[in-house]
């Protein structure tokens, strides 16, 4: 094989595992916004009074272990309007029709 050609099977190997590596993140943020739901509707936080504490809502940067997907996927609801945020950082769901409909 001449160099050419390793380096063009190189370069399709290293954007094919670029791709696959957002694909996984993108599921493992997806089914972290599943769980985030399943919690909040466990705790019945349906509104404002209801509104439940959530451990994971901020990052930790100094945790060991595997990475935690919760924070982000929890920014992501918020941003999505599927879940609000109290004025003293408590969350709640705000419909759950919209978590079907926008994709998580």
Known sequence: ?????????????LIMVFLITRIGIA?????????????LEIRQAFDHASAAELPYAKAHYFRIGLRDYRPKALESLV????VARTEN????????????????
């Not at 408590?90 to 919209?98: A, E, R």
């Open 1 to 13: 094989m001449t160099g050419f050609i390793q380096i063009i099977i190189g370069i399709i190997f």
């Open 27 to 39: 599921y493992r943020i997806r089914r972290a916004a599943h769980l985030i739901i399943q919690d």
């Open 79 to 82: 941003q999505a309007g599927i």
């Open 89 to 104: 950082g408590k969350f709640f769901l705000v419909d759950q029709s919209k978590f079907q409909d926008n994709g998580f």
